[in-house]
């Protein structure tokens, strides 16, 4: 049982078009981060929330952990071709513990 | 540049073979950890360190062996490669904000 459920798995969009991708759990983590992987590379980190109803924005990427810590979203306004890769959300379940668990990733490409 | 840096980037190897894969970071993480990468089955927890000299097993350790001597390196040893090994390998470091650093990875293919 995959413990970070990422959905749509796969998701291709015109330049321009706003999306939303989202990471969903029946389990409570104590934080949630999101990375971006692109083709032969190590994913790297664009945001972490950690409080329940947290909202942050990171130019055109809007990040909202919800309000039970069980599941967030990202939502992307306007996408642009520099946004395709692969989106994986990863939480910790427990404060201070050292390991995250990993989504499968939302693959997202952006057409021009 | 500062980060995680992975060696080799690309590997084949014969069933039965053995490697290691290295893992160098500049920036004195304690927690250090290795993760494999495969299609529909994301990123899995291999092994991982909080500190020299100590060393855990993550959720895929079979076959796997780590040590680690210092704080800045993290190898990873296939004793006996399988074909069923065939992935990407990436080392990833804690930063001080939570979040990992990653290295660029090894491909590795067992034929």
């Known amino acids: 049982t995959q413990l970070l459920e990422q959905s749509p798995q796969f998701l291709s969009i015109q330049e321009g078009e706003n999306l939303t991708v989202y990471c969903n759990s029946s389990?409570?983590?104590?934080?949630l981060q999101w990375y971006r992987q692109e083709p032969g590379e190590g994913p790297v980190l664009l945001v972490t929330v950690v409080t329940g109803g947290e909202v942050k924005k990171l130019k055109r990427l809007t990040f909202q952990f919800g309000d039970a810590r069980k599941d967030s979203s990202l939502h992307i306004t306007a996408a642009q071709p520099g946004d395709t890769g692969l989106y994986l959300c990863a939480g910790r379940l427990r404060a201070g513990s050292y390991q995250l668990t990993f989504g499968k990733g939302t693959k997202l490409s952006v057409i021009p | 540049n500062a980060g995680v840096t992975q060696t080799p980037k690309f590997q084949v190897l014969k069933t039965g073979q053995s490697m290691t894969l290295q893992c160098a970071q500049d920036m004195n993480h304690e927690y250090m950890s290795w993760y494999r990468q495969d299609p529909g089955m994301g990123l899995r927890l291999i092994h991982y360190?909080?500190?020299?000299?100590?060393?855990d097993q993550g959720e895929v350790p079979n076959g796997y062996n780590v040590s680690r001597s210092t704080t800045e390196d993290f190898p990873l040893r296939l004793l006996s490669a399988a074909p069923s090994q065939t992935s990407v390998y990436f080392c990833a470091s804690r930063a001080a904000n939570y979040g990992y650093t990653f290295g660029s990875g090894t491909r590795l293919t067992v034929v």
């Open positions: 360190s909080v500190g020299a000299g100590i060393t």
């Open positions: 389990s409570v983590f104590s934080s």
